[in-house]
């Protein structure tokens, strides 16, 4: 999912180094918005999920120059847990899996197939992302 699921496709643009996104763009559709009848400050931010951490980067430079606040307007968490995440500010809140991990399991999995066993039932637990909290979210 790219920079549409969060901005509408025609209030978005894209020059050769970077989108631009309007204020207007960031808004949800009419159908999503919530009543600000009432509403606390306890709802939080609008939060956006990329397809990658450097979605997830490019999303956060595109909000700032829209003159929004990350995370404090909009919530933005990546995946892959890329080493800039971390040292860009505000750092990129991301999910990660742990290759090292993965590869054994499967290793262990064939194995104990091979071997008449059945799988292990621990090993959705291995395939689930790690949420790496960070300042984005």
């Known amino acids: 999912m790219g920079l549409s699921g969060c901005c509408g496709p025609r209030q978005l643009s894209w020059t050769k180094t970077s989108p631009t996104v309007s204020r207007r763009a960031l808004r949800p559709p009419v159908s999503r918005r919530r ?5 606390t400050p306890s709802e939080g931010p609008t939060p956006c999920t990329r397809y990658n951490d450097e979605f997830g980067l490019v999303l956060i430079q595109a909000l700032t120059d829209a003159g929004l606040r990350v995370p404090e307007d909009s919530a933005v968490i990546g995946t892959d847990n890329h080493p800039l995440g971390a040292a860009l500010r505000p750092a990129l809140t991301t999910t990660c899996l742990d290759p090292a991990e993965g590869v054994a399991a ?6 104990r197939l091979l071997g008449g066993e059945r799988l292990d039932p621990g090993l959705a637990e291995i395939a689930r992302p790690r949420l790496v909290t960070r300042s984005s979210a």
């Open 35 to 39: 009543s600000t009848a009432g509403a």
């Open 106 to 111: 499967v290793a262990s999995s064939v194995e």
